[in-house]
Structure formats: C-alpha cells, structure tokens
C-alpha cells in the first residue's frame, strides 16, 4: 500500500512481493571481437568479480564469442573455481562478433532451468557476425524471445577500440 507500479502509464495490481534473496541461474557471455581487443583484461577482471560475488545457491555458465559460441562448463554449477578456470584459460580468441546470435545461445542454455534466469553480456555492443547464411537472430528475434522465455538479459557495455594497430 505505499507505493503503486506502473506500466506505460497504467497502475497495476501487486499480487505478490517479496524482498527475500532469490538465487539466480546466469550465462555470462564474453565478446572476444577484434573491437574489445584493447580492453579484454578489463572485461575478464569484471567477470572474475561477478563470479567472486555469486552466492552459494546461485549458477552460472561462461560463455564467449568471436568465431564460434562457446558456453562452458556442460552444465550450471556453482563452483567459483570451476568458472575462473574458464575464465583464465577457457576463451577464445578474437574474431567476429555474432552477439545477437550469442544471446540467442544463453537463452537456449537457461530454458530448462528453475528460478530466475540472467544473461550478462559484456560487449562493445556491435554484431558483426561473419555468417552470410541469413541465418543470423537480430536484436528484435532476441528480444522477443527472452520476454517469451521470461529470460533477464543485462549488458554491460564497453567503448570497443578497435583492435590493436588500427585507428
């Protein structure tokens, strides 16, 4: 009763509340593009920092994307170690950047999962995927399906600098 949500404007009815810690199930997907070549160590050390604050009943995968997508380990786990260790040696090298197509992975890997499902994505925020097949997921594809999902998608956002020798 002290407060009210709106929605575009319209009130709308709280049937539920609850300020209670919620675990989450997260895939953090890594650009690894030519564009955040310059600024890969910073990008790592804040993932390194998300994984050191998870908590106990919280998940997660590491994803990375250039050439290929790659989400590891095989299955969620809440193991610190387990998710630094990919992160320090796990990743791949730069490439392209299918980020659209990246997401569109993360959701994929969350749709079995229990709970409050997150990607964050660490990214320049360009896609550039490399793939003439026509085949590629767009923003609206990946919007649209992580509101059906019920899929939280977060990005932090870098300024890409090129990659290294470039102006």
């Known amino acids: 009763d002290d407060f009210e949500v709106l929605d575009n404007g319209k009130a709308q009815t709280i049937?539920?509340?609850?300020?209670?810690?919620?675990?989450?199930?997260?895939?953090?997907?890594?650009?690894?593009?030519?564009?955040?070549?310059?600024?890969?160590d910073?990008?790592?050390d804040a993932a390194v920092r998300f994984v050191d604050d998870l908590l106990p009943a919280d998940k997660a995968r590491i994803g990375s994307?250039?050439?290929?997508?790659?989400?590891?380990?095989?299955?969620f786990t809440s193991n610190h170690n387990e998710l630094l260790g990919i992160l320090r040696s796990e990743l791949q090298e730069a490439?392209?950047?299918?980020?659209?197509?990246?997401?569109?992975?993360?959701?994929?890997?969350?749709l079995h999962q229990q709970g409050r499902r997150v990607i964050l994505v660490f990214t320049d925020g360009m896609d550039s995927p490399m793939n003439f097949s026509g085949a590629n997921n767009t923003l609206k594809d990946v919007m649209k399906r992580a509101e059906e999902e019920d899929v939280m998608v977060y990005a932090i956002g870098l300024a890409g600098s090129g990659p290294p020798g470039r102006a």
């Open 15 to 40: 049937t539920v509340f609850s300020n209670d810690l919620q675990p989450i199930t997260v895939v953090l997907l890594l650009d690894r593009s030519g564009s955040v070549v310059r600024d890969f």
């Open 42 to 44: 910073l990008v790592r």
């Open 65 to 75: 994307f250039s050439n290929r997508i790659q989400v590891d380990p095989r299955d």
């Open 95 to 110: 490439g392209p950047t299918p980020l659209w197509n990246a997401v569109n992975v993360g959701i994929t890997a969350l």
